[in-house]
Antibody, heavy 118, light 112 residues
Framework: QLQLQESGSGLVKPSQTLSLTCAVSGGSISSGGYSWSWIRQPPGKGLEWIGYIYHSGSTYYNPSLKSRVTISVDRSKNQFSLKLSSVTAADTAVYYC??????????WGQGTLVTVSS | QSVLTQPPSVSGAPGQRVTISCTGSSSNIGAGYDVHWYQQLPGTAPKLLIYGNSNRPSGVPDRFSGSKSGTSASLAITGLQAEDEADYYCQSYDSSLSGWRVFGGGTKLTVL
């Protein structure tokens, strides 16, 4: 059974960079046919797709966040990561990592809350 | 403000049938892009409920069904159960501006 687990800092200061990692177990991140995504959900609000990466390293980002987002993959550790720079309070959210088949996530991590506050 | 519009809330009594709409436009659902649906129980991650407009992943009860027509899609739940109380989200692709995968705003289902 595929499992994804997010980890990283739960508290980030404004203007700093948010960094999260998603560890994948029960399957290989190098498996063809999938991409690996980050999706977020502000408290009490809806879902926003941040970006995704293929095992080849090709990345695709939400146009509204593109200038601040970097997603990378570490095949040796079977994990992928998110960096979001110049954060503000509006970036406070639960961040989910997910495996994507085609254009829909079929496996999700449990999510991790990141709060932006001084 | 999402380009996919869902009603904020719907409700129904146990055993009843409810539908949740997802209204888009010619740049997303109307352009032929698939619609997918997710169920989010309180305090948990979303779970894939319907993919490719009307397909159920293994393990999803056949009480859940999806359909798509024109610029809209719908999720139907029959034989409503208390455990169905959750938030439901539709998702598709929008080709306007730079193009991106988008979610609807979500619908809170209350089982009376």
């Amino acid at each position: 059974q595929l499992q994804l687990q997010e980890s990283g800092s739960g508290l980030v200061k404004p203007s700093q960079t948010l960094s999260l990692t998603c560890a994948v177990s029960g399957g290989s991140i190098s498996s063809g046919g999938y991409s690996w995504s980050w999706i977020r959900q502000p408290p009490g609000k809806g879902l926003e797709w941040i970006g995704y990466i293929y095992h080849s390293g090709s990345t695709y980002y939400n146009p509204s966040l593109k200038s601040r987002v970097t997603i990378s993959v570490d095949r040796s550790k079977n994990q992928f990561s998110l960096k979001l720079s110049s954060v503000t309070a509006a970036d406070t959210a639960v961040y989910y990592c997910a495996r994507v088949l085609g254009d829909y996530p079929d496996y999700w991590g449990q999510g991790t809350l990141v709060t932006v506050s001084s | 403000q999402s380009v996919l519009t869902q009603p904020p809330s719907v409700s129904g009594a146990p055993g009843q049938r409810v539908t949740i709409s997802c209204t888009g436009s010619s740049s997303n659902i109307g352009a032929g892009y698939d619609v997918h649906w997710y169920q989010q129980l309180p305090g948990t991650a979303p779970k894939l409920l319907i993919y490719g407009n009307s397909n159920r992943p293994s393990g999803v009860p056949d009480r859940f069904s999806g359909s798509k027509s024109g610029t809209s899609a719908s999720l139907a739940i029959t034989g409503l159960q208390a455990e169905d109380e959750a938030d439901y989200y539709c998702q598709s692709y929008d080709s306007s501006l730079s193009g991106w995968r988008v979610f609807g705003g979500g619908t809170k289902l209350t089982v009376l």
